[in-house]
């Protein structure tokens, strides 16, 4: 065989054999390199329920029926931490009328005292119809908690050629966090820090830079460990 019949031979052989090659690889399955599963975590979103309380024209007082539909409203929605109630009263046409809207917002307050219910001002994030003539309305707004979709078995657990997490990563975390969240709206945003009494602070700061501050003791710390090991707490002599 001739050096161009060899070279001719080798090239074909070498293109069959990629052809053979690619046809294998068509069956197995492709990667999508780009999809990340997205984070495993429960969400909050905001909802708003809304009553009317209806009032007599010129009378102030709440009546037993209105009573009652607000206390079947109430019962119905389950108010409970972390809602936020609000009394709206309708635009006011004169100065009479201001007042006795005002006399009925503070009658509806106070009978939901009553139920330990505190009302809060109107802001104005708050979406809702004002009230007609002779109606005050109690509005509710919470966040109510969404889990994930978990589990989540549409991969083959433990084979994930593109090198990302499993899908059911975060999953029993994020479910159980979404169902002992005392305050649903804590998973949308931390709460503002109270008002720190200054002059603990101070103090607690002037120990510690004129080394007045009491170590611990090798017997306070071996009871520490303890403990905590025990499933007991612990605390720092102070």
């Not at 209806?54 to 009378?59: E, H, K, Q, S, T």
């Not at 109630?85 to 635009?91: G, K, L, M």
């Not at 046409?93 to 809207?101: E, H, I, K, Y």
């Not at 994030?125 to 966040?143: C, G, H, K, M």
Request: glycine letters at 8%.
């Amino acid at each position: 065989m001739s050096r161009p019949q060899m070279t001719r031979f080798l090239t074909v052989t070498l293109a069959a054999a990629l052809v053979i090659a690619l046809s294998a690889c068509a069956d197995l399955p492709l990667e999508d390199w780009s999809a990340i599963p997205p984070e495993r975590e429960a969400r909050a979103h905001p909802v708003q329920y809304a009553h009317t309380v209806r009032f007599a024209p010129g009378d102030e007082r709440l009546a037993i029926v209105e009573r009652q539909r607000l206390e079947i409203f109430l019962a119905r929605i389950g108010t409970g931490r972390g809602d936020r109630v609000v009394v709206a009263v309708p635009e006011a046409a004169n100065a009479g009328t201001l007042r006795l809207d005002e006399r009925r917002h503070q009658t509806v307050a106070a009978y939901l005292s009553l139920s330990r219910i505190e009302t809060r001002p109107a802001e104005g994030e708050l979406a809702f119809e004002v009230p007609r003539a002779d109606t005050v309305a109690v509005i509710v707004s919470r966040y109510v908690v969404t889990l994930p979709g978990c589990p989540d078995w549409s991969e083959r657990p433990g084979r994930t050629f593109n090198n990302t997490v499993s899908r059911n990563l975060g999953c029993a975390s994020a479910s159980n966090l979404g169902l002992m969240v005392a305050n649903p709206a804590d998973l949308e945003g931390g709460r503002r820090p109270g008002p720190m009494v200054g002059a603990f602070g101070v103090l607690a700061i002037q120990r510690y830079r004129k080394g007045e501050t009491t170590p611990l003791a090798p017997e306070d710390i071996g009871a520490i460990e303890s403990q905590q090991k025990s499933g007991q707490g612990g605390g720092s002599k102070p």
